[in-house]
């Protein structure tokens, strides 16, 4: 096998099958570093500016090893594009034969017992469930690998996904009677035989707070583990090094009780009882909080009367539960299984209500019909740095978002990486002819009750000029709605709202409409690929700080308090730097993008941690006259469409697992 930088050279194996292919220096100086960072079993961290073609930089010198590699990326959408599009070319231009699969959580894989357990319980699911059923059943019949993603035709909040799949909790695992033939455990096995698995950062961190409970091991041991997308991975972690325990879980374990009491234990009439119990239970403390969804502090909560002795009625039925479940135990297996839940949860439960513990934060969050109880570790980074310490391996960390203030300290830190080598590469993108970045004048403040009119004022000059394919991202869904209201009634434009339908959808009807005008928050500033001219203008509502009121968050803000940090600088400013670059990252991906990117905030230029964030952006030429940016835009509708090299490109729906 050739070296890495010989396969990246313009005679290269890469410019020789690999259509379009021009070598890029960035490129080839970070493909030479992973390559060294592999031989060497040590840890790299790379902030690889949009162009530099990261994905090819990984993968070519992870295929030429000859290391067994995990690749994690952020989202199933991403995993999924890697596989089946990146993954294939680079494998084509090696010549390599090496054995690569695609790994997703257990809740993407049917679950046969659970099929077969729904099968005759028509009485328990509502129409539209039974209709999904029975397409269920219908694709069982003739799919191989049982991924419920081939089923295109259940949407992807289907409400019978969690009747057809397991769960940590109700996986039988080697005692259930379809073990055999289980897709999981299939997709487990072809893992283990693989020499590069791609999984996602939920699975991956699942997998690894599993081991370190030692109930199981889903991703297989590896050489190499390679991070893409690594800006999410802090939170992503703390959550998986944490615990939680949702109503919607009590519930759960009350319908399998029933389940089991309708369809095998018919003479244990105590199981529908004690399962009752807990269902209401558990819906009367979700209904102690606004109907309206919402985070808080679980530790102030718990101070409240009300809340405390919905906790003490709900810790009294899950030992009802207990007892009920204790009587009949080896009866039934997933009964037996139901105990087990129980039994954990009950714990949880203890842990979750437990307020004089030290360096975690307790905070929940309520959907529509549930509430979640949360337990966060405010820091991972020594619980992760003992993680990677043996067995030795390679460890490989990249994004486009990883530096603050020119460092890499705030990532370093936050994940313990003492022993890390580091790596800054700019974006390969001539910004200085390809962008302009402005911060209008005469702005009020970010709290004036007047700015969404000024938001509006400014959104209209550049809609106009830029004829619409404009994306304007806001940090509060609260100012989103203010403005789309105004706009709606000034102009012709297709406004397309987040949360009207789905992030996919909204991105086609974007794309078809020509001249449509998006609105959205935190769920398009990142994973969202929009390249030519149908992406002409971004513009952001103001410096995207977290709300100060965000429970986890505001338990930071403390323990960095109590240890006599300055919390602004240290948490704040380097979560905001990143969520902004994320953002500005959406205007210019491709070497033909032309735009203009407005930050309509003056912080940027009246504070001096604005220069934070201006250092931490692209070298865009820079205007504080709107007049200049409307003037830019209209430029580039006066020059020739330009083709992108990579066509129309959306990334779709965020989820886990």
């Known amino acids: 096998m050739p070296s890495v930088k010989q396969i990246f050279a313009s005679d290269g194996a890469l410019s020789q099958r690999v259509s379009g292919f021009v070598p890029r220096a960035e490129q080839t100086e970070m493909a030479s570093s992973v390559e060294k960072a592999i031989k060497d079993k040590a840890q ?53 034969n090496k054995k690569s699969v695609l790994l997703k959580g257990r809740a993407n894989y049917l679950c046969l017992h659970r099929l077969a357990q729904h099968g005759g319980n028509s009485t328990v699911f509502e129409k539209q469930t039974l209709h999904q059923l029975s397409q269920v059943r219908d694709w069982a019949n003739s799919t191989k690998s049982g991924d419920m993603g081939e089923l295109k035709s259940l949407p992807e909040d289907a409400k019978v996904l969690p009747f057809v799949t397991s769960t940590v909790d109700n996986c039988l695992g080697k005692d259930c009677p379809d073990y055999d033939d289980c897709y999981l455990v299939k997709a487990r096995r072809n ?14 961190f699942a997998d690894m707070a599993l081991k370190d409970t030692g109930f199981g091991e889903l991703i297989p041991e590896a050489h190499v583990v390679l991070f893409d997308e690594a800006h999410q991975i802090p939170d992503i972690a703390s959550e ?19 389940m089991v009491y309708r369809t095998k234990l018919k003479d244990a009439g105590q199981l529908s009882k004690a399962a009752e119990k807990l269902r209401v239970s558990a819906m009367d403390l979700r209904l102690q909080f606004p109907q309206q969804p919402q985070k808080g502090n679980w530790q102030q909560a718990l101070m409240t009367d009300t809340v405390q002795n919905q906790i003490s009625r709900l810790s009294d039925a899950l030992n009802l539960v207990y007892e009920v479940l204790k009587v009949h135990l080896g009866r039934d297996k997933d009964l037996d299984s139901v105990y087990e839940r129980c039994v954990q949860a009950r714990g949880r439960l ?147 709202v987040q949360g009207s339908t789905s992030k996919g959808a909204l991105l086609e009807e974007y794309l078809s409409s020509g001249n449509g005008v998006l609105l959205g ?64 990252g959406r205007l210019i991906r491709d070497m033909s993008d032309k735009g203009v990117l407005v930050i309509c905030d003056n912080r940027l230029v009246t504070r001096d941690y604005g220069r934070i964030f201006l250092a931490s952006l692209p070298p865009m030429q820079r205007t504080r006259t709107l007049e200049k940016a409307v003037s830019f835009l209209q430029q580039l509708q006066n020059q020739p469409p330009q083709s992108p090299s990579v066509k129309k490109t959306a990334q779709q729906e965020t989820h886990k697992l």
């Not at 090094?241 to 374990?253: I, K, N, P």
């Not at 100060?548 to 905001?576: M, S, W």
């Open 521 to 584: 928050t935190s769920a398009f500033w990142e994973g969202v690929d929009v390249r030519g001219s149908d992406l002409t203008c971004v513009l952001i509502d103001k410096l995207p700080f977290a709300a100060p009121d965000d429970p986890l968050l505001e338990a930071k803000i403390n323990d960095c308090k109590k240890h006599g940090g300055n919390p602004f600088a240290q948490i704040q400013i380097p979560r905001a730097v990143i969520a902004l670059k994320q953002g500005a």
């Open 350 to 496: 203890a842990r979750l209500t437990d307020t004089g513990q030290q360096g975690v934060s307790l905070w929940y969050e309520t959907t529509p019909r549930h509430i979640i109880l949360h337990l966060t570790p405010l820091s991972i980074a020594q619980r992760f740095a003992d993680y990677i310490e043996t067995p030795k391996r390679s460890w490989i960390f990249t994004s486009a978002t990883l530096m603050v203030d020119g460092g890499f300290e705030h990532f370093t830190g936050q994940m313990g990486l003492k022993q890390a080598r580091t790596l800054g590469l700019e974006s390969p993108f001539d910004y200085q002819q390809q962008a302009l970045l402005c911060v209008p004048r005469y702005l009020p403040e970010p709290t004036a009750k007047d700015r969404s009119e000024a938001l509006v004022n400014v959104s209209l000059e550049l809609i106009k000029a830029s004829q619409g394919r404009c994306f304007l991202l806001f940090t509060s869904h609260f100012m989103l709605r203010q403005v789309a209201q105004i706009l709606e009634q000034q102009i012709d434009n297709p406004i397309l």
């Open 240 to 258: 998986y090094f944490g615990e939680a325990l949702s109503s919607r879980q009590l519930a759960d374990m009350g319908s399998d009780m029933e």
């Open 191 to 204: 893992a283990l035989d693989a020499d590069m698995v791609v999984v996602n950062h939920h699975l991956f």
């Open 44 to 96: 790299l961290v790379v902030e690889a500016g949009t162009g530099t073609g990261k994905t090819f930089a990984y993968l070519v010198p992870a295929l030429a090893s000859d290391k067994k590699v995990i690749v994690s990326t952020g989202t199933k959408n991403l995993q999924e594009q890697l596989f089946h599009r990146d993954l294939p070319i680079v494998k084509q231009a090696l010549g390599s």
